[in-house]
């Protein structure tokens, strides 16, 4: 266990640096291909790729691992599919801020589901977020459609990290992890029948295609569900914060994306409340 300890932080920070660096890329990708039919084949060939790697996990499809595992899955294809869609709609760099607000969320949640007590300094941090968000989303007199659809994001991954909490101890991570993103590729799939699948168009979005399926998903949730096993959802939330940085460096480096004042400090005071909530529960 002292092992575990020890190797999960670093893990969880090359997954976040893994969904830090998809930002970018898919907000390309999603320009030639609709967002569901690129979450369809992303997860199909996710899932594909882990059974290929590992069949006799298909044993360990238990009853119970695939009902929690179907649950938790719904969680997070919502939270996918509303952040790809925000993408659309707003810079790399503003998505990556407002998704990492799952970090506040998340305390909110289990108060309200499991009536864990929110302390005075959370519900400030609450409000720091908050301020952050509306620099974030506010143009002018408006509300950004593309920062209300990753909000509804960040609710569900706040949702899907309790879930992993709860379920993933005592459970076989693999076959879990197998069971939510088939429950992605189904959500997505039947999602993009409406407009009609279209596969990637070209090699570039084959490309991102596979980056984000075998690394920051096959890879990425293998990790997350084995770390949730060791350590406490609210410390796995601050450490996979770092996405939020990330997405944020590669955006402006790689993405020549450019942050304005206006984007700067929301994020700061975003990832200051995400940290400062995460260090009290520390």
């Known amino acids: 266990m002292t092992k575990h300890l020890r190797l999960a932080p670093g893990a969880l920070l090359a997954v976040a640096a893994l969904w830090g660096a998809t930002f970018f890329l898919m907000k390309a990708a999603i320009e030639r291909q609709d967002v569901n039919s690129f979450l369809f084949t992303r997860f199909a060939v996710a899932v594909v790729a882990m059974v290929l790697l590992k069949p006799r996990v298909l ?27 925000g993408l659309a709609r707003t810079s790399a760099a503003v998505t990556g801020f407002v998704t990492g607000l799952y970090v506040v969320l998340t305390p ?4 309200i589901l499991f009536h ?12 720091i977020a908050t301020v952050g968000l509306a620099f974030l989303s506010l143009h002018g007199w408006s509300v950004g459609t593309g920062e209300i659809l990753v909000l509804g994001s960040a ?7 309790i879930s992993l909490e709860r379920w993933s101890s005592g459970r076989d991570a693999y076959a879990l992890t197998i069971v939510q993103l088939t429950t992605c590729a189904a959500i997505s799939g039947v999602a993009s029948l409406r407009a009609g699948y279209h596969p990637p168009p070209d090699r570039g979005v084959w490309g991102v ?26 410390k796995v939330a601050v450490i996979l914060t ?34 400062l909530i995460v260090l009290q529960e520390a």
């Open 155 to 161: 609710l569900a991954f706040a949702a899907h990290i």
């Open 242 to 275: 770092m996405e939020v940085v990330f997405a944020a460096i590669f955006a402006v480096i790689f993405g020549g994306e450019r942050l304005t004042l206006q984007v700067g400090l929301g994020g700061g005071l975003v990832v200051t409340a995400m940290y």
């Open 209 to 234: 295609v596979f980056f984000t399926a075998l690394f920051a998903t096959a890879f990425a949730f293998i990790i997350q569900t084995w770390a949730q096993a060791h350590i406490a959802s609210t």
């Open 116 to 127: 864990q007590k929110i302390t005075r300094k959370t519900w400030l941090y609450i409000v």
């Open 108 to 111: 909110l949640i289990a108060a």
């Open 59 to 85: 044993r360990n499809l238990s009853r119970d691992v695939v009902s929690k595992g179907f649950f938790a899955g719904c969680f997070l294809a919502s939270g996918y599919i509303l952040q790809t869609l």
